[in-house]
């Protein structure tokens, strides 16, 4: 899986295929996010599991 950083708006997300347009902002900006954005990805989503396994989110 790859992970990607659009340099528009600095999202940063995973795709499974090349890909030219963000997501997000819809620019065509996006570049292999760096070491340390692919760091920073991981730990977000590590806070992320955290929030939702502490019920911040409601399901559904
Ligand atoms: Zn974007």
Not at 5 to 29: I, Q, V
Not at 49 to 60: F, K, P, S, V
Request: proline share 5%; glycine share 4%.
């Amino acid at each position: 899986m790859n992970l990607y950083t659009c340099d528009h708006c600095k999202y940063t997300f995973r795709y499974p295929l090349k890909t030219l347009a963000c997501p997000d902002c819809g620019k065509e900006a996006v570049r292999p996010a760096t070491e340390k954005e692919t760091a920073d990805y991981y730990a977000m989503q590590r806070i992320l599991q955290e929030e939702i396994r502490l019920g911040l989110y409601a399901a559904g």
